[in-house]
């Protein structure tokens, strides 16, 4: 038998292998997130009443909108702002979508002065003491489904985070030009 056929099949079995482990290790684990995606579609997201920071005030009804919400209090969950910042830019120099940055902090004095030393985030975040989105919208602890793109009348449309997955990025933006072209 030719020593390259043999190796192959080496590889592909290697392969499978390693697939069928990390289907096995992890599948309750995609289970739950895939099932949690499911029920969550087409929901309908709610804004609190009272948001401050944020000029726009309240949420309008005319554009799709992406929303996320940002702990504050922890660092590396800030520094991802840098990537924020690239991805909106992105998206509104082609399209017609509103961002709603939800940033929940023990203190907002030190994320501002953060933000302003180190993430140079420009654009307007909202100011959610109370976590009164998240706990409006019973969102689950699972920071993946703490990031929505929401139609025009805030119902999901999909759910996860696109600043660090291109395959959700392109979905994010084939969603958003579907939608653009049934307006």
């Known amino acids: 038998m030719n020593y390259l056929v043999i190796k192959g099949a080496v590889k592909k079995y290697i392969l499978l292998l390693l697939f069928q482990t990390l289907i096995f290790c992890k599948g309750p684990m995609v289970s739950e997130n895939s099932r949690t995606v499911h029920e969550r579609m087409g929901e309908e997201i709610f804004f609190p009443d009272k948001i401050s920071g944020d000029p726009r005030d309240k949420p309008i009804n005319d554009n799709l909108k992406i929303v996320t919400r940002i702990n504050g209090n922890c660092y590396p969950c800030l520094s991802q702002l840098k ?87 392109d979905l994010y933006i084939k969603e958003i030009l579907k939608h653009q072209s049934d307006r």
């Open 83 to 169: 990537y924020w910042t690239k991805l909106i830019d992105e998206i509104t120099s082609k399209f017609s979508v509103s961002f709603y940055i939800f940033i929940v902090a023990n203190d907002y004095e030190i994320f501002n002065l953060i933000n302003e030393k180190e993430m140079h985030f420009d654009y307007p975040v909202v100011y959610d003491h109370n976590d009164e989105f998240s706990k409006i919208n019973r969102l689950p602890q699972n920071d993946i489904f703490h990031t929505m793109l929401l139609t025009r009348d805030n119902k999901i449309i999909l759910i996860g985070n696109p600043i660090h997955n291109n395959v959700l990025k």
